[in-house]
Structures are given as C-alpha cells and as structure tokens.
C-alpha cells in the first residue's frame, strides 16, 4: 500500500518515478532471485566446474583433469549401455503414454456415466508413492508366484521372468512407466478439452462434419495443440529422468540391462563416490535434456495453433 | 523384536553391576565431562542394541555422556553422511559403517587407526579382542575399526517342503552335490515351487562365501593384481553354473533392493536359502506360522581350506581431538565388550564380536537356547574371515562390475570360463596400479 501511493504521488516525475518502480520490481522479484541463484545457478556451476576434477566424497583435495571425465565416459560400457536404455526407454513411453492418455481422455470425455470414477481410477497412479507401489510391482511380476504369471499359466503361456530377464526388464520397467504417465497425461487433456469451445463442434456441423473421426481431425486435434505440446515435453522430461522404478526394483541389473542415465549418476556419485565422475554425467545429462526440449519446442511450436 | 527385550532389559541392569573387564578405565579421568556424539545406521535393526548399549555405558560412569545423532537408514546412506560431514567438518565422534566401508574411511584419514590406544591397553586378548576379531577391522595396514556386530552366510530351509520330497529336515545336506541333488527334487514338485536360491545379486559378499569356500582370495597379497581368477575362482563359478543347471534355480531380480527371493520363501514356494544370519529375525516374522523354518550352517566346499566372510558393522572413531579421542574409546570399548557384545546379540541376532561373550556361555547362552534360529552362525564362527574391501577409488565400483558378471552365469548367457576371464580384466581395470 505505502509503495502505491508513493508511486502515486511520484507521477508528476516520470524519471524518478521509473527509478522507484525499478526499485520495487527489484525488491519483489529479490527472494526468487535470490533462491534461483542460491539453490540453481551457484550448485549448477559447481557442477560444470566439479566435472573437470577427479573430487572423490570425502576426499581432502582434488586435482584437474581436464576432459579426463568425458574421455573415460566414452569409453565406459556401463555409461554408454545406460544412454542407450534410456533412449530406448523414451521411445517407448513417451509415445504411448501421450497416446494413451489422450484415447482415454476422449473415452472419459465422450462417456456419459463414471466420469469422476474413471479419471480418479486412471489418475492413481500419479498419486501413489512410486517406491511403495514397487514392491506390489515386485510380487505381480514374480517369475513364480506372481499373480501376472499366474494368470498366463491359466491360459497356458509361460511366463518371463519380467524383471530378472535382460530381454524382458527393460519392457517390464517401461509398462510400468506407462501407467505411471498416462494417467498424468490423461488429466492434462481432459483440461485441454474442456477449453474447447462448444460451439466450434456445432459450427463444423453445420459445414457437414458428421464422423466422430472427423470431428477429431477437424476440431479437437487443432484446438488441443497447445496442450499437446505441454504434454509431448513433459512426458520426454520424466521419462529421460527414470530414477525411481528402477533404483527400487532392478539397481541397473541384470548386468546393465535397465541401467538408465540418472541411475548410473546416482551409483556414481552417491554410492562409489566419484562425485567428479558422477558431474561429468550430469553436465552431459543436462545438455542433452536442453538441446532436446529446444529441437521439440521449435518443432512442434511451428505446427501449434493458439486459438 | 519383543521375543528379547525383557532379557536385554535384565542383562543391562546386570551390567551395572559386575564384569571388571572394562571396569577399569583409565582413560576416563583425562577424558572428563565429554558429550559423545555418535552415528549409526540402520536403526530397524540396530536402534535397540545401541539404545541398551548408550544407557548401559552412561549408567555406569559420568565422566561421558553418549548421545546420538539421527541414525541412516543404510550403511551406504551412512557412508555418504560422515563423507559429507568430513568435507564441511561436522563429524560426530564415533560412527558405526559397514564393515566393508572401514578401509575407504582409513584411506581418506577420516578413521583414526586405533593400533596406538590397543597399545596402550596391554595384551588385546584379555579385552576379549582376539587376532580374527581385529583383523575383521584392520585394513591396508591401518586398524581402522572394531568389529561391532557380524554375520556370515547360513542356510535357511523351509522343513516341510524337504518333507514332501522324502529328505529329513534334520540331516540337511553338509555337501553342495547334496543341497543341489535335493534342490532339483523340489523343484520337481512344480506347483511354482523352485528348489534354492543363493543370494548372489547386490554385492560380491555371497560370491566370496564361494571363493573363500574353495580357498581363494580376491586379489594378491601385495594387493596389486586379482588372484581370484584361478583354479578356486574358477570352481566358485562353476558352482554357482551347477546351482541354475542343475539345481534349478531361479534368476530372482539381480538387485540388491529385490525381495523375489525372500517374497517366494514366505509364500512357501523356495525350498532353501543361503543369505546372511543378519536376516534372520525378518524371515522368521514374515514366515509365521506359515511352515516350519530352519536355520543351519552353510554346506562345506573344502573342510580344510574353507573360509567364509564376514558382514556388519564396525564402529571407528573420527573424532580429531586427543581428549575426545581417548573418551569415544571408552565408549567404542565397551560397544564392543563382552558386555556390550551381549546386549548388541540379545537385540539383534547378530554373532557377538567379542571373545569373552563367545567362549563364556554366562552371557549368551540362555538366548541361544531360545533362539535356536539364531545358532547356525555361532557355529561358523571359526571360519569367519574379513569381507574384503579393495583397496583404491573404485572400491566399492568392483563389487558391481562382479555383480553384473554373476548375472550373467545366473541368466545362462556365458560359461564360467568367459565370465571368469571378463571379470578378471574389468576388475584389473579398476584396482590402483603400482
């Protein structure tokens, strides 16, 4: 209040009054700076620094080893087994969880009864504590005694072993991914398509729009644009970041198969120390999620129609 | 948890009373008015034991009070804490760290080498620190801590599944030919139900239970090259080959966070187990009264040579200052007491690290004879030898690139021979070079 009227009372000095208004968005925007600069800036360029050191936890010094880091990086099969998992990780949950989340979506939003029942039903999986629902993960793939193999056997298939098979556990790890994501997704687009005019459905009506198809083609996918692409990014971003399900329930294994990139970061630094090692990976990491989330943003932002 | 703790109860208050092992202590009138800070992890299993053991020892003198920072709740997250606190200076006194991490703490001088205050307290043996039990804590040349609770491997069965395949519960198999013979006949019950598994995923502990069994050892003495990929090496793979072939056994989740194994022994679906005794308290509770559960010693690879390792905790001191110093070893002595050793068994299940407690059944033999479960590992006492921790930066990086190897003899993707050779040069890869 006391800054509004000073502002105020300052109007008859456009200059001064530039000065004070400078002041006071300074002021506002001080504590986020602040807390931008402390909790971001100043540990990300620890980091940039950190990964050209060999600093070991614990360790009293360290020395520089210039490119050193990224040399043996490149070299590294459990590092470049990990890129190559989470590559293919992200091919695979990204696409179908944005998808599944959508189909659903247009289930729900088409649907007459059950409404608020389905988007709680498919919404639980984002609520629940991934570590907790690990160990249920756990037992439903069990090679003998979960209930997933259980019911293949009653169908007279033989089940994997989902979890301890290099060939499957990258799969296993991905489903669970999915259900995971999809239902984040899911009410992500149940907003966006609420936003969409109704009245835009009655006008391609009348210029002859009859199919459910077309309606989809014509109206909901153009106006859900936006929200696409919000959803297309933040689904890469948690999916390139897969930690949780795998830290629980394989630790990288069986030999590297489902060893993703920021699980061989955390093993690294937290659990072999190799803090300046462990740097080096996240430098690369953080890179690598830029430079992508700029390519999808120009990409899929030259198709966007803001409505 | 409940099953002891009117007997620790009763074993503290005795405490208070006799014993004139650690009565004398010298050190206490230099070390006067000391509040001890001390750290541990793992509090699920070792809260109990400290607790007894921190009012025991400030009930019985006033010159140090012992208090406790907030326990981890893993040995690594343990690890992690006191090289974070050495690097920003905030270190407690003492910490208990996994045994194997003893040796990364001594090489980075955040443990003091206690051989200078073993001095100073004449013959170790009279403390009840015998050679074995001092070395479980000396590492590269430095005594880096002393040995607080230990486990080793054992066999858990479950009787009534031996059973129903006509083999008595009371005769296990003594040879790895028999456990792997009864292994295929239970898992020929079918039903899901699959005949062993040995723990072999999460680190190389149950790996050098096999190497250490023919004889083997890790690396040379001089500690510059791998010794464990000869003739010893070579059999411990070809077991652990006979075990999946032969023996049948399932590829559990190669995790060390994975609870298939133990998820499908509660459910009465595994015949037999190998793992360590430390995990004998959760087994026994989550098996209930579900079938009969046994514990037993491991079977024998070679009675002569045979070794078996030794997990747990230790406890090393880091404090810097001489008068702190002198005062966390009163305390890390009488952790490690019979006394303490005793209040630390009786609430945990872990095997006592103090000769006195071992040879003198005055302090643990009541509990033995009610908890006959937690017996199979006293009797491997005398083979017990240190976990052992290689020397070096990628320390603990070996035991994963040992792991990763493993899985791939439980998985039926190589043959020991190539497994045993890749493990060789990757590990090679990894130790300093002289």
Redesign the interface.
Known sequence: MAEAATIAQTRAAPARRHAGETAVAWLLAAPATLAYVAMILVPSLALVVLAFT?Y?????GFRWVGLGNFTELMADRGFLRSVANTALYVLFVAPVSVALGLAIALLIEGGRRGRALFRALFFLPVVSLTVAMA?AW??IL????GPL??LLRAVGIDGA?W????GTVLLSLGLIGIWENAGFNLVLFLAGLTAIPRDLYAAAEMDGVKSAWDRFVTVTWPMLGPTTLFVVIITTVRAIRVFDTV??????????ASEVILFTMY?EG?????MGYSAAITLLFLVAVTVLMLVQNRLIDRRVHYG | MTLDLSISRRGALGLAGGAAATLAMPGIVRAAGVDLVVHYSMPAIFKDAQEAIAAAFNARQSAIRVSYVNPTPTYEDGAQLILRQAATGQLPDVSFQGLNRLRLFAERGIALDLRGLLKDEGDPARLGYSAPLLGLGFHGGSQAGLAFATSNPISYYNADLLKRVGADPEAFPKTWDDAIALSAKIAGLGDGINGMFFRWPGDDWMFSALLYGYGGRMLTTDEKAVAFNGPEGLAALKLLDRMVKEGRMPNLAASASSTQDLQAFAAGKLGMMFRTTAQVRAISQSVGANFTLRTTVMPVIDPVKGRLPTGGAGAMITAKDPNRQRAAWEFVKFATSAEGTSLMVKNTGYVPTNQIAIDNPEYLGDFYKQNPLFVAATKQVPLMIPWYAFPGQNSVRVTQVMVDQLARIAEQKATPEAVLADMATEVTKLIPTP
């Open positions: 060999d070991e936890l614990g360790a009293p160990t756990s037992y069990h090679p003998t005694i193999n259980a072993n979890l301890g098979d290099s830290a629980t329930l394989t630790q990288g294994g069986p030999n590297k093993t937290f659990s072999f120390f190799r």
